[in-house]
């Protein structure tokens, strides 16, 4: 095999490992990043919660996306949607324990040295690969 066509079969075999370890976390089979992100949100929201339309702004959604996307979420049982308490129409969203649990494992898999030493070194050999002129 020719060494430029051996980096990119390296890189793309690791790239598929550490996208498997990362999505295994997440119990939601679509839109996993958009989900991570929310999830993001809603811890960031803390014991106040933050109302599905404001997740839709900040994550330039519209809203029904973010409510399929909230279904799911709270189907898994990673959200709970809680009643404004003057506006029945408006939810806030908080993390379950579960959430919690999710969330944190996804932080310390993307903080692991091993995983930041993987990147690292798939984007030295994709450097490498492109000097070269080979992807």
Do not use: Y
Request: hydrophobic share 45%; net charge positive; proline share 5%.
């Amino acid at each position: 095999m020719a060494p430029a066509l051996e980096v990119l079969v390296s890189l793309l075999s690791a790239a598929q490992r550490l996208s498997s370890s990362f999505h295994g976390l997440l119990p939601v089979t679509e839109n996993r990043e958009l989900a991570l992100t929310s999830l993001t949100l809603i811890a960031q929201a803390g014991r106040r919660g933050i109302s599905q339309s404001d997740l839709a702004r900040v994550v330039r959604r519209q809203p029904p996306a973010i409510t399929r996307l909230v279904d799911r979420l709270e189907m898994v049982g990673l959200v709970v949607r809680s009643p404004h308490p003057c506006d029945r129409r408006t939810k806030f969203l908080h993390l379950t324990d579960k959430g919690r649990k999710i969330l944190a494992a996804t932080r310390e898999l993307l903080l692991d040295p091993t995983f930041s030493e993987a990147a690292r070194a798939l984007s030295e050999r994709a450097s490498a690969a492109a000097r070269l002129g080979a992807v």
